[in-house]
């Protein structure tokens, strides 16, 4: 890897709330979570007996080959754009990523202005999203330039599952998405009440994918933050992520 400053955190969102035990992961699993300075906010400096955390803020170099990746269970991009590296994302990488998941990791994107179609029209700068770049090869959903929309939404639940039963009853209202479309063969879990998918999972030869259209941090998710059940809900991702019988 070339210079690489990575921060070793353990995140709360899969600590404090209440798990069933015959949910737990049986062994630790790596998670490398990508995404903007302000997403560490989602994570404290308290250890955790299954999850362990590589965070790479913005700016940050990426790895650049497919056996660094391997040390990884999951890799998740949260609001980050192909330029939000130094340098920036290079289609060998995401190759390497997209080998990751064939091979049987899973990759999640939660939205923002720098995920999924990017927002090239933002007024200072262009926002490169993944649109024609091996990413959106292995998303579980269709991506367009420029996807960006500001509404406010309860998500609704379309289909019984691990990740949501219990717990979406009381999710908070979101404040914008990006407008994604499921592919063939994903699963559109949850949508913003209007038919856009908010959340949609898949898989991709051995591997799994998933998509969360709107903001894990400030901004769109300003409320998500603060919400009960969000450290419950992420840890089932992780289990789901990770053990092929959910």
């Known amino acids: 890897m070339k210079k690489i400053i990575l921060v070793t955190l353990f995140v709360a969102l899969f600590l404090s709330a209440p798990i069933n035990p015959s949910y737990g992961l049986k062994h630790k699993r790596h998670l490398l979570l990508v995404g903007a300075t302000a997403y560490r906010s989602l994570i404290e400096l308290y250890p955790t007996n299954d999850i362990n955390v590589t ?132 699963i559109v879990l949850a949508d913003d009440g209007d038919g856009h998918p908010f959340l949609v999972i898949g898989k991709y030869k051995k591997g799994r994918v998933l998509a969360f259209t709107s903001d894990i941090g400030p901004g769109w998710g300003s409320e998500y933050i603060f919400w009960k059940h969000a450290e419950e809900f992420w840890h089932r991702v992780m289990i789901w992520a990770t053990d092929k019988k959910f």
Request: charged share 20%; glycine share 12%; proline share 7%.
């Open 55 to 186: 965070y790479l803020g913005y700016g940050s170099d990426f790895p650049n080959t497919l056996e660094e990746l391997k040390q990884y269970d999951v890799i998740m991009f949260a609001n980050i754009d192909i330029n939000g590296f130094n340098p920036p994302l290079s289609n060998g990488e995401m190759e390497n990523i997209t080998k990751f998941v064939e091979e049987g990791g899973t990759f999640i994107m939660a939205g923002g202005y720098g995920s999924f179609g990017g927002y090239i029209d933002y007024p200072h700068t262009k926002i490169l999203g993944y649109v024609g770049t091996p990413i959106e090869r292995i998303l579980p959903v269709k991506i367009h330039p420029n996807d960006i929309y500001w509404k406010d939404f309860v998500p609704q639940v379309l289909k019984k599952h691990f990740l949501t039963n219990g717990i979406f009853r009381n999710h908070p209202t979101m404040h914008g998405l990006n407008l994604v479309e499921a592919k063939e063969n994903s």
